[in-house]
C-alpha cells in the first residue's frame, strides 16, 4: 500500500510541474541561461532586463569563469568595452579575453549554445570593443547586433569568415523579438 502511495505522488508531482511548466507557456526556467560581459560595460544588465520582459530570470555573471556554468542551455556574451569596468575587475583586456575564451570552450563541450549580442550601436565601438568583437564573434553559434553597431561592416565580415548568423535589431528595446526567437529555435524558451 506503501508503495502505491508513493508512486501516485511521483505521477501527482510530475503532472504538476508539467502543468506549470505549460501555463507558463513553456519558459525557460531560471538557471537556463547565463549571462556574462565581454570588456565589463554594464550592458549585460540592460540584456538581462530584456530576458526579464520574456519571463526569463537569467543569472548575470560579471566575472563567470569557465567551472562557473551551472547546466545552462544557453551562455550569452555581451560584447563591449570598459576601461573603467575592467579596472573595478581588477583585470586586464588578455586577462578578459582568456576568460571569456575560457567560459567559451567550456559551454561548447557542454553543449550549450553561444549568443554574442552587442547592443551599444556606434556610441560603444572603439579600439578595446573591436578587440572583444573581433575575439567574440568565432565563440558564436548566433550574433546580435543594435543597429549602427556594424555601421563599418566589422561583424558582417567576422559572421562571414565564421559562418555565424548575424541578427540585426533597430534597437536595445527591439532586441526582444530576435533574442526571444534565437532562444526557442535553440530549445531553451
Same mark, same amino acid.
Given at each position: 500500500?506503501?508503495?502505491?502511495? +508513493?508512486?501516485? @505522488?511521483?505521477?501527482?508531482?510530475?503532472?504538476?510541474?508539467?502543468?506549470? @511548466?505549460? !501555463?507558463?507557456?513553456?519558459?525557460?526556467?531560471?538557471? *537556463?541561461?547565463?549571462?556574462?560581459?565581454?570588456?565589463?560595460?554594464?550592458?549585460?544588465?540592460?540584456?538581462?532586463?530584456?530576458?526579464?520582459?520574456?519571463?526569463?530570470?537569467?543569472?548575470?555573471?560579471?566575472?563567470?569563469?569557465? *567551472?562557473?556554468?551551472?547546466?545552462?542551455?544557453?551562455?550569452?556574451?555581451?560584447?563591449?568595452? @570598459?576601461?573603467? &569596468?575592467? &579596472?573595478?575587475? &581588477?583585470?586586464?583586456?588578455?586577462?578578459?579575453?582568456?576568460?571569456?575564451?575560457?567560459?567559451?570552450?567550456?559551454?561548447? !563541450?557542454?553543449?550549450?549554445?553561444?549568443?554574442?549580442?552587442?547592443?551599444?550601436?556606434?556610441?560603444?565601438?572603439?579600439?578595446?570593443?573591436?578587440?572583444?568583437?573581433?575575439? +567574440?564573434?568565432?565563440?558564436?553559434?548566433?550574433?546580435?547586433?543594435?543597429?549602427?553597431?556594424?555601421? *563599418?561592416?566589422?561583424?558582417?565580415?567576422?559572421?562571414?569568415? @565564421?559562418?555565424?548568423?548575424?541578427?540585426?535589431?533597430?534597437?536595445?528595446?527591439?532586441?526582444?523579438?530576435?533574442?526571444?526567437?534565437?532562444?526557442?529555435?535553440?530549445?531553451?524558451?
Amino acid at each position: 500500500m506503501a508503495f502505491r502511495v +508513493s508512486v501516485i @505522488s511521483v505521477v501527482a508531482i510530475q503532472f504538476a510541474v508539467l502543468s506549470l @511548466s505549460l !501555463a507558463l507557456g513553456g519558459n525557460a526556467l531560471a538557471g *537556463d541561461i547565463v549571462l556574462t560581459p565581454f570588456g565589463q560595460s554594464p550592458d549585460a544588465m540592460m540584456v538581462k532586463v530584456v530576458l526579464k520582459k520574456l519571463g526569463q530570470d537569467a543569472r548575470l555573471e560579471k566575472m563567470l569563469e569557465a *567551472d562557473g556554468l551551472q547546466g545552462e542551455k544557453a551562455l550569452i556574451i555581451v560584447v563591449a568595452g @570598459s576601461s573603467k &569596468g575592467l &579596472g573595478e575587475a &581588477g583585470i586586464d583586456k588578455d586577462a578578459e579575453i582568456a576568460r571569456v575564451q575560457g567560459v567559451a570552450d567550456a559551454a561548447e !563541450a557542454a553543449g550549450v549554445k553561444t549568443l554574442v549580442m552587442h547592443i551599444g550601436g556606434k556610441g560603444r565601438r572603439g579600439t578595446l570593443t573591436d578587440l572583444f568583437i573581433e575575439e +567574440s564573434v568565432p565563440m558564436a553559434d548566433a550574433v546580435i547586433v543594435v543597429e549602427g553597431g556594424d555601421y *563599418d561592416g566589422l561583424f558582417t565580415e567576422l559572421c562571414t569568415e @565564421s559562418e555565424v548568423e548575424l541578427i540585426p535589431a533597430p534597437s536595445v528595446r527591439e532586441t526582444t523579438e530576435p533574442l526571444q526567437a534565437v532562444l526557442v529555435e535553440w530549445g531553451v524558451l
